[in-house]
């Protein structure tokens, strides 16, 4: 089967720096990607991750480590809009997506 | 560009009743999905369209058809809601296929079933 965990919820301090982790279970995995959404708003793309290494866009990386089935999310200079929850999903080669639950990412002034 | 919209936003349904989602993307993308979000959950895959044309089946399809009308809509029809499909419904797009694009997603239709 495929699952995913990560963590259901994390508070940091605006202006530092936050990671949210992603392990997955999947049979023929091809990708990875991060979704972050507001509450009552739709999700909406942040980063994808095929192969593994870091993937830096602004202030928000992912990395990901094929070989552990492992991923994260880095998020720098954490400003309070980005208060939202973030969800890992994994796609694989039959065309299989799952979402994992989501994280609560709750900042603190 | 309006991006992916839905329709309606809000309905309220009687067990039994039908319905039908509605969802449109002015995008020309190949594909697109109907995902269902329960309370403090992820989201769960319906059923997508690789093309026009062409369904398949996602992680939860009982009690859901689809029709891809045309290359920009795709709608989601429950023939007799049941309270099990309490949600919040959203429509995405995305130029390629399942595995390798960005996807794009609507505003969600939340829908009670009494």
């Known amino acids: 089967g495929q699952s995913l965990e990560q963590p259901s919820e994390v508070t940091a301090v605006e202006g530092a720096i936050v990671q949210i982790n992603c392990t997955y279970q999947t049979s023929g995995f091809y990708g990875l990607s991060w979704y972050q959404q507001h509450d009552g708003g739709a999700p909406t793309f942040l980063s994808y991750?095929?192969?593994?290494g870091l993937e830096e866009t602004g202030r928000f990386s992912s990395f990901l480590s094929r070989s552990d089935s492992y991923g994260y999310l880095l998020l720098q200079e954490l400003q309070m809009k980005d208060s939202a929850s973030y969800f890992c999903a994994v796609f694989n080669r039959d065309d299989k997506i799952i979402f994992g639950k989501g994280t609560r990412l709750h900042i603190l002034p | 560009n309006a991006g992916v919209t839905q329709t309606p936003k809000f309905q309220v349904l009687k067990t039994g009743q039908s319905m039908t989602l509605q969802c449109a993307q002015d995008?020309?993308?190949?594909?697109m999905y109907w995902y269902r979000q329960d309370p403090g959950m992820g989201l769960r895959l319906i059923y997508y369209?690789?093309?026009?044309?062409?369904?398949d089946k996602g992680e939860v399809p009982n009690g859901y058809n689809v029709s891809r009308l045309n290359k920009r809509e795709f709608s989601l029809r429950l023939e007799s809601a049941a309270p099990s499909q309490t949600s919040v419904y959203f429509c995405a797009s995305s130029e390629g296929g399942i595995r390798t694009d960005t996807q794009y997603f609507g505003p969600g239709t939340r829908l009670t079933v009494l």
């Open positions: 369209s690789a093309s026009e044309g062409t369904t």
């Open positions: 995008m020309n993308h190949n594909s």
């Open positions: 991750n095929a192969l593994d």
